[in-house]
């Protein structure tokens, strides 16, 4: 009975440790699971401080690069400091210079021998004390106003109306501002990039020059007249001689008073030609236009130097229109001059062969042109420039031809342009030279000689 009772007793133990265990097991259980959802918890935020960890590094990488970028930036910026600096530097030297410049350039300008006006968009911008002193203005009463709003003062007047009625923009002409005063009026634009910005207008003055030209003039004139008379005695009276007038002579005076004749004959051409030069100079060349056959100017005018052309053993040549032309309006004694001294030329240095003239008439220009060729001995390129100048010969006609004054083409080309025409040539050394010039039908009488 003990027994059973102590194994009852066991069993109840064992029964109340069974259950024991079983609760324990529960419990263990229960932490079992609080612990793995702890875990599960702590695994995900391990994983929430790792990804934050990431995001710090790329955030700390980029505040890095930025940081470079900031360093490499201000490196950047302290070396464009220095360079701005520098230029800053170079801007004040040249602003500097600019200003030494401009200074010098006003010196030159105050100190121009010559008036000086600069019109931009027609006002006056410069205005030298040489300007002041031609017009009897001050700079300050006429900077920055337009030259046409000054035209009442009687020295301006005058350049505004050359101003108005020149149509080049680079000019240069003599112009009278009133009171013996003449002045050389020159010109130019001013351009930057092809853009005219204005006009510089220079005013050289010439009144004593054109005092001295017209005292010059009047001396060559007035001797030339004096000239004449006793030479025309002298070339009569040697006439005289030499057709018998005065009694039988012999040969050899016969050759003396000859080569006399030829001389004083010489010195009659150079008076002649001096008068014309001077009558030239003076404006009053041309007196009495009327209406003529071209072709028979040409003949008339080649008339008076056909003897002295076959004695050289030279020919004419005409080429002369077959149809009806216009009559040319000229001043014919003076067309003739100027005809003849451009076959004379042709005449003296052509040593054989012919000479070629011919007329040809354009209806569309109302225009004839005249083509005097050669075979002669040409124009030197480096003279060509002066050949239309005073008293020029060049050296090749000088050793060919010794005689001569060099005022020929001269008054040739003086008496063409007085009839509104053009003259011109063409010309190689050693194979002879072509004369041309153009003579407008209808004329134009009375044009001043420049």
Same mark, same amino acid.
Not at 382 to 399: P, Y
């Given at each position: 009975?003990?027994? @059973? ?17 079983? %609760?324990?097991d529960?419990?263990? !259980? ?47 910026l ?18 500097? %210079? ?11 300008i ?5 008036g ?6 027609? @006002? ?5 004390? &040489?300007?002041?002193?031609i ?8 900077k ?10 009687? %020295? ?7 101003l ?11 112009? !009278?501002?009133?009171e ?9 634009a001013?351009l930057?990039?092809? #853009? =005219? ?12 020059e @054109? ?5 010059k ?45 030829? !001389? ?32 028979d100017i040409?003949?008339?005018? +080649?008339?008076?130097?056909?003897e002295?052309?076959?004695k /050289?053993?030279?020919s ?12 040319v ?14 076959? =004379?030329?042709? +005449?003296?240095?052509?040593? $054989?062969?012919?000479?070629?003239? $011919? ?18 001995i ?7 420039? /002066?050949?239309?100048? %005073?008293?020029f ?8 031809e ?19 025409? @053009?003259?011109?040539f ?20 009375? &044009?001043?000689? #420049?």
């Amino acid at each position: 009975m003990q027994e @059973k009772e102590e194994l009852q007793a066991i069993i109840t133990e064992l029964d109340r440790t069974i259950k024991m265990l079983v %609760r324990r097991d529960f419990e263990l !259980s229960g932490i079992k699971e609080k612990r793995e959802v702890e875990l599960k918890e702590l695994d995900h935020i391990a994983k929430l401080f790792i990804r934050r960890d990431l995001e710090l590094t790329q955030i700390r990488e980029k505040r890095e690069n930025e940081f470079q970028k900031l360093e490499e930036r201000t490196k950047e910026l302290e070396e464009s400091k220095k360079a701005l600096l520098n230029i800053l530097e170079d801007v004040e030297e040249e602003k500097k %210079r600019a200003e030494d410049e401009k200074n010098k350039t006003e010196t030159i300008i105050k100190s121009f021998a010559d008036g000086l006006l600069l019109l931009e968009e027609e @006002k006056i911008t410069i205005f030298n004390p &040489k300007a002041e002193e031609i017009f009897g203005l001050k700079e300050e009463e006429v900077k920055e106003k337009t030259i046409w709003s000054l035209k009442e003062n009687k %020295r301006i007047a005058p350049l505004t109306v050359l101003l108005k009625t020149e149509k080049n923009r680079i000019f240069r002409k003599e112009l !009278s501002l009133g009171e013996g005063l003449i002045v050389e009026v020159s010109t130019t634009a001013v351009l930057r990039k092809g #853009k =005219e910005l204005g006009n510089i207008v220079i005013l050289h003055d010439i009144t004593r020059e @054109k005092f001295i030209e017209r005292m010059k003039t009047e001396f060559v004139s007035i001797a030339a007249h004096q000239l004449r008379t006793p030479l025309s005695a002298v070339k009569w009276i040697l006439k005289m001689f030499l057709d018998g007038d005065m009694g039988q002579i012999s040969e050899t005076q016969s050759q003396f008073l000859q080569k006399t004749y030829d !001389s004083n004959e010489r010195m009659i051409n150079l008076v002649n030609d001096l008068l014309s030069v001077a009558r030239i100079e003076e404006g009053r060349f041309l007196q009495k236009m009327e209406k003529y056959e071209m072709a028979d100017i040409i003949l008339e005018a +080649v008339g008076a130097l056909k003897e002295t052309a076959e004695k /050289r053993g030279l020919s004419f040549n005409y080429i002369l229109p077959s149809k009806k032309m216009p009559k040319v309006s000229i001043d014919k004694e003076k067309i003739i001059i100027a005809i003849q001294n451009i076959i =004379e030329n042709a +005449v003296s240095y052509t040593k $054989s062969g012919g000479i070629d003239i $011919s007329v040809d008439y354009t209806p569309l220009q109302n225009e004839f042109m005249v083509r005097v060729q050669d075979t002669g001995i040409g124009i030197p390129e480096n003279q060509k420039v /002066r050949i239309f100048s %005073r008293f020029f010969r060049g050296g090749i006609a000088v050793k060919t031809e010794t005689e001569g004054t060099g005022l020929g083409l001269f008054i040739a080309k003086n008496i063409i342009e007085a009839h509104n025409g @053009k003259i011109w040539f063409d010309s190689q050394e050693g194979y002879g030279t072509t004369f041309y010039f153009t003579l407008p039908a209808d004329g134009i009488a009375g &044009k001043k000689f #420049k």
